[in-house]
């Protein structure tokens, strides 16, 4: 009788994690992710003698397929930057010396919203240790409007009662 009993239990355990494997959202979104981005481009060799160029890729004239990467990784691009963005923020709001160096590394960044997210992130972050970070930064930049925001976080991090201690370089 114990035999009846075990035998359906464990076939019915062995059907719901099969199902629960197959029916996982993250297996399912990373199939489709791999079938969107594994793109096959078949490569054929269309050269007569008439016309031995054939074969090159006008670089002046992006191809469809061509456009359809630039525009996913552009969408990626303003994807990464509202994410780090995001995280610089939370970094912001932490009260540890490596949340403020992370966001202070962020000011090397060869993006330019990324370092004005890191600059206010160093203003929100309210410590007067990201001041030389912020004076190197200063020197580096080459955007005027950049500058002008790194030196109010500047002046706005500068400890009150020593105002003319913080020197901006012009």
Do not use: C, W
């Not at 994410?83 to 939370?90: H, N, P, Q, S, V």
């Not at 709001?93 to 370092?115: Q, V």
């Not at 030196?151 to 003319?164: M, Q």
């Amino acid at each position: 009788m114990r035999l009846k009993i075990i035998v359906p239990v464990l076939l019915l355990s062995v059907a719901s994690l099969v199902v629960m494997l197959l029916g996982r959202p993250g297996r399912r979104d990373a199939a489709l992710h791999d079938s969107a981005t594994s793109v096959a481009i078949p490569i054929t060799n269309n050269t007569t003698e008439a016309d031995p160029d054939a074969d090159k890729v006008d670089e002046a004239k992006p191809s469809p397929t061509n456009q359809a990467g630039l525009a996913f990784a552009e969408e990626s691009h303003g994807e990464h930057v509202s994410r780090r963005t995001a995280e610089l923020m939370d970094l912001a709001m932490s009260d540890d010396s490596i949340s403020l160096n992370t966001i202070l590394s962020e000011l090397n960044n060869p993006d330019a919203e990324i370092r004005q997210a890191a600059i206010t992130a160093s203003v929100q972050f309210k410590s007067a240790d990201a001041i030389p970070a912020l004076q190197d930064a200063y020197t580096r930049a080459d955007d005027p409007e950049e500058k002008i925001s790194i030196r109010k976080a500047i002046e706005f991090l500068a400890p009150a009662s020593a105002p003319n201690s913080v020197t901006v370089a012009n």
